[in-house]
């Protein structure tokens, strides 16, 4: 699928992860994803939250993470959160997975930090082998980048 004339990619995104089954909590929901005072656009689907941010992108200087704003075909994927009762079943690779089409098909650019989350988050290390068998590229030690094909427009 591409992206139709005159549409912004990241929209194009988020329209093919609502096409494939998730939908955009409201922004008072408290499964919302937040860091501090600021809520993120979360997605849900089968006990998996995803959080994104759009027209942005992730730099690493020195081993600091730095967010930048990007086109808008840059998203930033902040978290991949599964119910505790569900993990180690798939559903965060599931996911993922359909993150990477919905990239590949919109055009856009994911960036990511390797963060642990949580109680029982990966650690670094385990994340970026994760990351990397998807398909995600290192851009220093802490930062990847998954690039679609250009948008077809």
């Known amino acids: 699928m591409s992206a139709s004339a005159g549409h912004r990619p ?23 994803y937040r860091r ?8 849900v689907r089968q006990n998996v939250r995803i959080a994104l941010t759009s027209m942005t992108l992730l730099s690493e200087q020195r081993g600091t993470v730095f967010l930048y704003h990007g086109t808008t075909a840059d998203l930033t994927l902040l978290a991949v959160l599964v119910d505790p009762e569900h993990r180690r079943e798939g ?16 055009g856009c650019t ?3 930090e390797l963060a642990p989350i949580g109680k029982g ?10 990351y990397k068998g998807l398909g995600f590229e290192p851009c220093g030690s802490r930062v990847m980048k998954l690039e679609g094909p250009a948008a077809v427009t």
């Not at 501090?36 to 997605?43: E, I, K, M």
């Not at 690779?93 to 919109?106: F, G, K, L, P």
């Not at 988050?121 to 994760?130: I, Q, T």
């Open 110 to 112: 994911l960036w990511l």
């Open 10 to 32: 990241d929209v194009r995104f988020i329209e093919l992860l609502h096409e494939a089954g998730w939908k955009t909590l409201d922004h008072g929901d408290p499964r919302v």
């Open 36 to 43: 501090g005072n600021v809520s993120y656009a979360t997605l």
């Open 91 to 106: 559903r965060a690779t599931e996911a993922v997975n359909i993150v990477i089409q919905a990239t590949r098909a919109s």
């Open 121 to 130: 988050g990966a650690p670094v290390g385990a994340l970026r082998r994760w």
